[in-house]
């Protein structure tokens, strides 16, 4: 089973960046595909921001944050991958929980962009973007 944390959410200024980062930890980890959603007000579905295949080739963005937001993962550990997202140019509308997931099928060759593609979740990190 994978374990995520997420870190590295808090608040920023319109049009600055942040990072954020997501410890996945597990024996398979390495093998599995993982994506960054955001949950931009309480109640509210996980949206889809970003995702990249366990093989590091494919990535996928959502169409409005293409160009601003990076997703990228570093695999060099079998055991303990880290995932990213570089956000930039933020604006008062990327404020949200942000959350990291895993698909926990080993080597899927579908990249998912739906949150039921995705069956483990870390606990989200709160990013604040104040004008």
């Known amino acids: 089973q994978v374990a995520l944390v997420e870190s590295g959410g808090g608040l920023v200024q319109v049009g600055g960046s942040l990072r954020l980062s997501c410890e996945a930890s597990?024996?398979?980890?390495?093998?599995?595909?993982m994506a960054w959603f955001r949950r931009q007000a309480p109640g509210e579905d996980r949206q889809f921001v970003a995702?990249?295949?366990?093989?590091?080739?494919?990535?996928?963005?959502?169409d409005s944050l293409k160009g601003r937001f990076t997703i990228s993962r570093d695999n060099t550990d079998n055991t303990k991958n880290m995932l990213y997202l570089q956000m930039n140019s933020l604006a008062p509308e990327d404020t949200g929980v942000y959350y990291c997931?895993?698909?926990?099928?080993?080597?899927?060759?579908?990249?998912?962009?739906?949150?039921?593609?995705?069956?483990?979740w870390g606990q989200g990190t709160q990013v604040t973007v104040s004008s």
């Open positions: 995702s990249v295949a366990w093989g590091n080739r494919t990535t996928y963005y959502t």
């Open positions: 997931a895993a698909d926990n099928t080993s080597w899927r060759v579908i990249l998912g962009r739906t949150a039921n593609m995705y069956d483990v």
């Open positions: 597990g024996p398979t980890v390495s093998r599995k595909n």
